[in-house]
């Protein structure tokens, strides 16, 4: 495991995007990151320091070195089984118990997860592949943070999208794939639920 693999796993681990984590360790942009993906550069001490400051569970001489794990496991992990939905969004409802579970996971790491599915379309590529495994938490609508990515269910549709700020009165939606998916505009009073995306595992077999 590289050091952008382990920076990534926290990345994952904490729910946020490379932006956002940027943000929450106080970084003004997130090239310093980017450039350890780029492979130009490694987990300095520094910023290892900064990391675990920041988030005191996260394992410093984990991230420097791959040795060990990367949480201090400073108490055991319950494994929380997170039910899977195989179904289009267009089927999704507000109330999970009316939905069938296809499969039981259970994953560490993403354990804090509401659900997880299997995402159907292509709007979200490369980012999210057409049958990749995306896992979600609910969030309120207020806690959104514009630029991250949402399973959002509402009144006029279900989709999983960039939301970015429009005005008063609506989100601005946006695909990944830019090329094939329009920009989308929707209230937010007629969103019934939102879900954070979590993780995405794209090599699962099912």
Do not use: C
Not at 77 to 88: A, D, Q, R, Y
Not at 184 to 201: E, M, N, R, S, T
């Amino acid at each position: 495991m590289n050091n952008w693999d382990r920076l990534e796993q926290v990345i994952q681990y904490l729910g946020l995007n490379v932006n956002s984590f940027a943000k929450e360790i106080g970084l003004s942009r997130a090239e310093r990151l980017y450039q350890i993906k780029k492979g130009n550069y490694a987990i300095s001490k520094n910023l290892a320091g900064i990391i675990t400051e920041r988030f005191p569970d996260i394992n410093e001489a984990w991230l420097l070195t791959g040795e060990g794990t990367m949480g201090k496991e400073v108490e055991p992990v319950t494994n929380t089984k997170i039910p899977l939905f195989n179904i289009s969004l267009d089927a999704f409802d507000t109330d999970l118990s009316n939905m069938p579970v296809a499969y039981e996971l259970e994953i560490p790491l993403l354990s804090g997860s509401d659900f997880a599915f299997v995402n159907q379309g292509e709007a979200m590529q490369p980012e999210i592949e057409h049958g990749s495994v995306v896992f979600v938490k609910e969030v309120d609508k207020d806690a959104v943070v514009f630029g991250d990515i949402y399973l959002i269910i509402s009144e006029k549709m279900n989709v999983v999208r960039f939301v970015r700020g429009g005005n008063d009165k609506q989100w601005r939606l946006l695909a990944k794939n830019v090329e094939g998916y329009d920009e989308l505009f929707l209230d937010p009073d007629h969103v019934k639920a939102i879900y954070k995306v979590k993780g995405v595992l794209s090599m699962v077999s099912l």
